[in-house]
């Protein structure tokens, strides 16, 4: 079985507020020419989640990434 990663790990290795990071995910989920991958593993109304090691998480790490926290 594929290993999954949550939002919830995610904000806790970058250290940033979940609410913040949920905000930048559905803006960029929402510029599918920018983020074509984060945009096909969104599912609505099911938890952010991704395969470890996919281009999706990759996106959504670079997407959550930006401007957080040291």
């Avoid at 920018?34 to 790490?61: D, F, H, I």
């Amino acid at each position: 079985m594929s290993d999954i990663i949550t939002l919830k790990t995610l904000c806790e290795e970058l250290k940033i507020d979940p609410r913040e990071a949920r905000e930048k995910l559905r803006a960029a989920v929402g510029d599918a020419k920018a983020n074509p991958e984060l945009a096909k593993a969104r599912k609505p109304r099911s938890p952010w989640q991704w395969v470890k090691g996919s281009t999706a998480e990759k996106e959504a790490r670079r997407t959550i990434g930006d401007n957080a926290k040291p």
